[in-house]
């Protein structure tokens, strides 16, 4: 079964860009896995900002982007907000399959 | 627009079973898949099972297989999630969350913590 590798922590501060970066081990980020990205607030519900990559649901900030190359998947964010602080899990879809990243901690100095 | 709402909070004993309900009001209860996902004190969040209510199909994660039961009611677009054998290693807030055929886990529900002490 696949692993999905996350930096445990990153940080930046207001208004810089960041990237967070998940590695698909094993068989990995195949052609036939999906990512999807999701910010999780404490005691909040998660929230989809990417699917499928690359692609925003709607009602997400232009701010948060992602991409792939080879076995490595990747969320940008841009013009960092306080509100951004929070923690961010990649996650792969393989058939009924769910796999989570171990999760990032992003620091907003 | 589609809603998930959770039971409330439990506490349990080691050893015991706590089942936890999440209530769908619109979309399409039957075709859309309902999993089950858990964040531990300190922990990332853990996929546990999903069902597909139209199909009756379920699938769970090797690591719960045999302890973790998920069900649905169509009647009353209700899924419901049964872990048995619990230990304080249980201790988390459970969610449910819609599987969208193409956006994923797209909608979440508000959470259940559960609590498994003695």
Known sequence: QSALTQPASVSGSPGQSITISCTGTSSGLGTHYVISWYRHHPGEAPQLLIYEYNKRPSGVSSRFSGSRSGHTASLTISGLQAEDEADYYCCSYAGSNVIFGGGTKLAVL | ?118
Do not use: H, N
């Open chain 2, 1 to 118: 627009q589609v809603q998930l709402v959770q039971s409330g909070a439990e506490v349990k004993k080691p050893g015991s079973s706590v089942k936890v309900s999440c209530k769908v009001s619109g979309g399409t209860f039957s075709s859309d898949g309902i999993s089950w996902v858990r964040q531990a004190p300190g922990q990332g969040l853990e996929w546990m099972c999903e069902i597909i209510p139209m199909f009756g199909t379920s699938s769970y994660a090797q690591k719960f297989q045999g302890r973790v039961t998920v069900t649905a009611d169509e009647s009353t677009t209700t899924a419901y999630m049964d872990l048995s054998s619990l230990t304080s290693d249980d201790t988390a807030v459970y969610y449910c969350a819609r599987r969208d055929d193409v956006l994923g886990l797209d909608v979440w529900g508000q959470g259940t913590t559960v609590t498994v002490s003695s």
